[in-house]
Nanobody
Framework: QVQLVQSGGGLAQAGGSLRLSCAAS????????MGWFRQAPGKEREFVAA????????NYADSVKGRFTISREHAKNTVYLQMNSLNAEDTAVYYC???????????????????WGQGTQVTVSS
């Protein structure tokens, strides 16, 4: 099992930026893909971005492409989500998630991920 602890987030103005972090511990050698999801009130959890833990390849939802950047830092077992040009539609609780080795950055269904962070609120004021 992999434990994921999130930090960052909070309140930003439209057009502003925030960065989320997700630190992994436990069986980190089993990680294949790290992903970010978000869930707005009354909506289903949706895919935001994913990164291959080993190769660094990435995948983004169309709604965030060009504005958000996912990256990872092996030395800290941490994945980041840099969010720029934020708008009100980005307001949600954001979750990081880990999928086992053999997984793909094209995993966009929450059920394809094995372990989850605690979630962090991102609120964008217009």
């Amino acid at each position: 099992q992999v434990q994921l602890v999130q930090s960052g987030g909070g309140l930003a103005q439209a057009g502003g930026s925030l960065r989320l972090s997700c630190a992994a511990s436990g069986r980190t050698l089993s990680i294949g893909v790290m992903g970010w999801f978000r869930q707005a009130p009354g909506k289903e959890r949706e895919f935001v971005a994913a990164i291959s833990w080993i190769f660094g390849s990435t995948n983004y939802a169309d709604s965030v492409k060009g504005r958000f950047t996912i990256s990872r830092e092996h030395a800290k077992n941490t994945v980041y989500l840099q969010m720029n040009s934020l708008n009100a539609e980005d307001t949600a609780v954001y979750y990081c998630a880990a999928a086992l080795r053999g997984g793909s950055v094209y995993y966009i269904n929450p059920s394809q991920y094995n372990d989850w962070g605690q979630g962090t609120q991102v609120t964008v004021s217009s």
